[in-house]
């Protein structure tokens, strides 16, 4: 372990790793997030963005989205709305139903989100965020976040005051990807703008995010900025092992070996199966047709084989593609990947962690 690594903590909540499952909206799904849990290292994962009004008016998506299972906690819930007292309610209404931590949006930048005033658009009025997370923070009774741009432009680079604000009324902790909400993923993350929010922030935990593409990304971004974490998205659709191999570089200076084919066999399954019991045959189907492209490269199929695995269309389809596969993937005996060996953090890294 790496000398000087002391757990994350946000509020009174304690987190096994110092990385984060980001929402993912469409994507970051309780099957998904299952999955990804099961591979390892994730200390902390989120809903997708969850409407305030929708969830006090008991929206059937909004119910579905907060539904929590056992072995997906701690889970924080992510929610959106530019209403204190909406989101205040909102906020009792997820603690009641099990969220170890609420997340207010103040990233999306989404058109239906933004005209709500909601999300991104908070990045233009950050008084009024600051009114939300005192409304929410003095409700739920659990640690409150904000998951931020660093402004709406590049113009109006705001996260280092906002951030400062929040600690003020109780804010556990910020997560602040490194772009501006014009940007939505273009460009370069931005760290020296992070670096400056951690230096405002005091002794508020901030969560580094933005195109932490690998275990060397993560720590390039702690020794640059400062942060006390660093919170994962878009890497994991396509490799879910990836906050696994992360955690392990970053307390021992080590990636652990590639997952075999029949692990990624095994994944793909379990995928699979979650989806089927939380959404029934007939949406697991139609929802995995798209999911399963993130591993057909993983599964090594050749392509023209690729149609049918976005074609299949109910359980006992998806049962006679998966078969050869695990056939094939037992008998594969290859050697663990020769990039996974040890490496070394950067230069200050370990006295950061």
Known sequence: MAEGFEVLALGRLNLATRLLLAPMARVGDAPFRLIVRQCGGVGLASTELISARGLLEASPASLDLVAIEAEDRPLCVQLFGQEPGELADAARRAADLGAAAIDINMGCAVPKVVRRGAGAALLRRPNHAVRLMAAVVKAAGLPVTAKMRLGWDRRHIVAADLA?????????????????????????????????????????????????????????????????????????????????????????????????????????RAHFAHLCRLRGERLACAVFRQRISYYLGALRLPRNEHARFRAFADADAFDRLMRPLENEAAQDTLAPNPDTVTTHLPSGTARML
């Open 164 to 268: 400062a604000d929040l600690a003020s009324v109780g804010a556990a902790g910020v997560i602040v990807h490194g772009r501006t909400a014009d940007q939505k993923f273009t460009g370069e993350v931005l760290l020296d703008p992070i670096a400056r929010v951690v230096d405002r922030a005091g002794s508020m935990p901030v969560i580094g995010n933005g195109d932490v593409r690998s275990p060397q990304d993560a720590a390039r971004m702690i020794a640059r900025t400062g942060v006390a974490g660093v919170m994962i998205g878009r890497a994991a659709r396509r490799y879910p092992w990836i906050l696994r191999d992360t955690h392990a570089y970053l307390t021992t200076g080590r990636i652990p070996s590639s997952p075999t084919r029949c692990q990624w066999v095994a994944l793909v």
